[in-house]
């Protein structure tokens, strides 16, 4: 496992504790998982994601990841509905691995509260509570 | 200069059943045909399913070269934390493949089953007699099956009492069975965690017992090897709010015939007969996870249930109060059979002394290892010791890495990564059936290994190196699932 | 004693190096209140010899063959075990190994498992078997929640027809989960009502059991379209896998999910136990399915191995969440079944499949000859329902004394049918031993 020198987590993103980046795309959040989180999971062999459409609360699972011998649970940053799901993760779940912020990236939201956005964790906040 | 049990030899490769074997041949006597072929209707029939034909000699040698991959008890030591593999001992293979055990139809007339039916009698008699407490079930299967019983019983009794209750109380370090058999049971686990000296404590318990909760799954010893010392005051706590103890007797080959399980106030206790009493593990089982409750519980209890009328041992099913079946027939008769041999050869005083040496072992195993491994927590343990890979780490050497060279040595790992409070966890549990020279040489191996983790730790991260197959890719097989030929 | 290897010396020695005075001070951990006050009232230790004297007195007062026939089915079958079976299945890197988890030294276990997986799903017809369960029973309870988790809806409907004790733990396992158990009856035929099916709402799973409890064949498509058409898996039991040989598997006929006990394939009856909980699916479910699975991968030097698989489903990941909490299972037992179908073959399985068949249909014409009521019109494969005249419970008895077992009486299990009782003639019963039977009912 990696140094938390080593991890990467772009400014341009925003964090929650649980380990999720949000990216904000013209009112919409595209959500996946941090480089720690999949450094810490390991090779990743399955991506549960759910259904479009469905709404959640923030702070809801949503879905999880799994390696080979863990499984972790994914919760929501934000509440709202899921507009659009990376289904190429169903066949090649290690790009999660490799490329966790592009190719990576889990479900597309509708945010149904957007002041939400606003009181997620930047970059260097994140990083300063991983190292604590 | 050691020689250490680890070595190589030549064993045979052996291709698939399926690859094996050509059309026309048989491994099989058919029994003469003494009645008219009928044939059956061709909508009803199929084709023959597709299995592989062989000669008898084919497969014979298929078995016997894969069990040559194999390591096992009758091989070298195994000291799997929490597993208890101990010898397996022969007479009990003799005893349950007796032929009138062998070939019993399960639904016999009662008179036509007597001696199986005696067995049953006496082998509850006994586990109540080792455990303190008052009734026996060897119904369920296995140990995960006797927790779901127990949780049942549970279910079963705070109903009876007219306040089903949906938590129970699961101390952190449990083996993934309790919570997964508490769910089974649709209860929710309340996570309590161990205290810096590794055991639990009165008031964390006391902190979330309420009339919610139907009561609390205990590991005792724990499965840290730990005695949990507070467990009187904690099965006070609990009943005191009305709710139910569960003890997960796992950890049983430790206390036997010193613990009284129901002076501690266990309500529900499953012991696992596949560990602590000598059945074989089988590769993944058969084994059997009979339960032991207190008075309160008896009521509840699996059926039908081996009783005394007039002169003959007679099923009863006259047990409103009981949960009903986990099996559909008594439980794996040929896995009590062993246990029944066993505890009849060792005996009240044996018994003890094989907790006692169990015991012994361990801190012996501890006293020797501790400088050369982390030990988690350094006060006396009990059958089972937990180091961890701390001290490796500056050498980017990891427990998985220690395991696998392990098995150059000619040893089976200890449990690692379990249990989950301990990061890293190397869980050594030899049982008592290990001699002193075996424990040495497992010692002097570990410390061989410590020191190549220092001078040469590319020679542990590439183990193992000896057995029929280099460290293979769990990843892959996961993601591109390959389940059958 | 023999599994106690220690010396006073050795003792000695371990006390020095532990740094602690003697062996009970170890305990001195166990506070009073959690001791025993007394030693273990248990039996004094009996030598080798005298164990085996005291087993065979117990072994000897059970009523088995050949000095015994025994005409019993009901969910355990007496079938030809091949001394060659024994032989392997005996050799201790099996049987005394543990789950293996540690795949490099386990490949024995690990290839025969994924061996025992591959005969298995071809047996049944689909395409993905677990490592066993404990037995067909508590396979059934597991099948339904599984249904139960697949659809996330709230009732199953069990067919009367499937085996009563099977029944029983399905009620035991689902008592505590709100999920509703609807009966289905059987008809007049033996086999069980499709029309009954409508009634049932919310329905996740349908369970039939072909050869039914009564040794009757169920028309597994009807009910596959029937339950598929209501949004519900189709759960195919079965007590004897053998009749695969000769009629067509359950898979190929729309069940989503076949359980059953493999206890015919090879392994000793035991009075009832270990068995061999059989269960298998359709690859689409099996992030749902309970127990272990065994998979096929590579190894660093490219070499073909085998591994536990998709454990991320079980409880020592995913604990409360996990597909079941099965850990321990029927390993050993799997490998048995999977040799037994080794010696056999597929043609082997057939042939002796008929056998059963025929032999059950010889028994059958003979009692009809006799005047014995066959009440079950439907096709049966090695068991089948005679209805007695009245006063046979007494000639059931007798016979007893005579070391015949006529049967199973069902009236306990099926109240609406006195006089009925389940007969099962295997290869094990010669034709002889068929002529006796007839010949004794009527006596």
Known sequence: MKDLSELKFPEELNYVDSHEWVRTEKGRARIGITDYAQDQLGDIVYVELPAVGKSFAKGAPFGSVESVKAVSELYRPIAGKIAEINSALENTPEVVNTSPYDQGWMIVVEPSQPDELKGLLTSRTYREKLKG | MTVFPGSTGLVLNEPLLWERGRRGRSGFSLPRRDVERREVSPELSGEAPDLPEMSEVDMVRHYIRLSQWNFSVDTGM??????????????????????????????????????????????????????????????????????LTGMLMFHAYHRHQGRPRSKIIV???????????????????????????????????????????????????????????????????????????????????????????????????????????????GGGGPGAGPVCVSQPLEPF????????????????????????????????????????????????????????????????????????????YDRPCMHECVFSDKLQQPHKVTTLDIAKRLMDYGFHPPTIYFPLVVPGAIMIEPTETESKETLDLFVESMKAIAAEARDNPEELRQAPTRCTRRRLDETAAARKPCLRG | MRYLPHTPEDIAEMLEVSGTPSLDDFFAVIPPECRRSRPMALAEPLTEWELNAHIDALAGRIAVAPEFKVFLGAGSYEHFIPAALGFVTSRSEFSTSYT????????????????????????????????????????????????????????????????????????????????????????????????????????????????????????????????????????????????????????????DIACGEGQSLGIPRSFGGPGLGMFASRMQYVRNMPGRLVGETVDLESRRGFVLTLATREQHIRREKATSNICTNNSLCALTAAAYMACLGGAGLRELAQLNHDKAEYLKAQLRAAGISLPFAAPTFNEFVAAFPAGFRDTHRRLLARKIVAGLPLETYYPELPGHYLLCATETLSKADLDTLVREVQS
């Open chain 2, 78 to 147: 195994y000291p799997l934390g929490s597993c208890t593999m101990k010898y397996n001992p022969k007479t009990n293979e003799r005893q349950c493949g007796r032929p009138g055990f062998a070939g019993a139809h399960p639904l016999l007339p009662e008179d036509l089953c007597q001696g199986a039916l005696e067995l049953i009698a006496a082998l509850e008699c006994c586990l109540a007699e080792i455990t303190g407490l008052k009734a026996v079930s060897l119904q369920p299967g296995a140990g995960a099956q006797g927790e």
């Open chain 2, 171 to 281: 101390p952190d370090s449990a083996h993934g069975t309790n919570p997964a058999s508490a769910a089974l049971c649709g209860y929710t686990s309340v996570p309590v965690p161990s205290n810096a000296s590794g055991i639990l404590s009165p008031e964390t318990v006391a902190a979330v017992m309420d009339e919610e909760t139907a009561g609390i799954m205990v590991t005792n010893p724990n499965t840290i090897g730990l005695f949990e010392e507070h467990i009187k005051t904690i099965a006070d706590i609990v009943h005191a709010k009305g709710g139910l103890v569960y003890g997960d007797g796992a950890n049983m080959n430790a206390v036997l015939g010193l613990a009284d399980m129901g002076r501690i106030g266990v309500d529900v206790l499953h012991l696992n007969l596949h560990k602590t009493f000598s059945t074989p593990h």
């Open chain 2, 301 to 376: 209890l699996p059926v039908p249930r081996v009783v005394v009328r007039d002169g003959a041992f007679r099923w009863s099913e006259d047990f409103p109060l009981s949960i009903g079946k986990l099996q559909a027939f008594w439980g794996n008769m040929g896995v009590l059979i062993r246990a029944y041999s066993y505890i009849m050869s060792l005996g009240a005083e044996n018994l003890k002394r094989v907790s006692q040496l169990a015991v012994l072992n361990a801190n012996y195993i501890k006293a020797r290892l501790k400088g050369t491994f982390h030990l988690a």
């Open chain 3, 100 to 255: 293996p988890y540690q795949p490099e030294m386990s490949q024995g276990t690990l290839q025969a498992i994924f061996e025992y997986q591959t005969l298995a799903t071809r047996l049944l017809g689909l395409e993905v078997a677990n490592a066993s369960m404990y037995d067909g029973a508590s396979a059934l309870a597991e099948a339904l929640l599984m249904a139960v988790r697949i659809t996330r809806r709230s009732a199953v409907a069990v067919s009367r027809a499937v085996h009563p004790l099977y029944r029983r733990v399905v009620r035991t396992y689902l008592d505590p989960t709100g999920i509703r158990v609807a009966e289905i009856p059987f008809r007049p035929d033996g086999t069980t009502d499709p029309a009954a099916l409508g009634n049932v709402q919310e329905l996740a799973a349908l369970a039939v059991q072909s050869p039914n409890f009564f040794g009757c064949i169920e028309d597994l498509k009807a009910f596959a379209d029937g339950a598929h058409g209501a949004g519900a898996l189709l759960v195919a039991g079965f007590t004897e896998p053998l009749a695969f040989g000769l009629f067509r598997s359950p898979g190929s006929l729309g069940a």
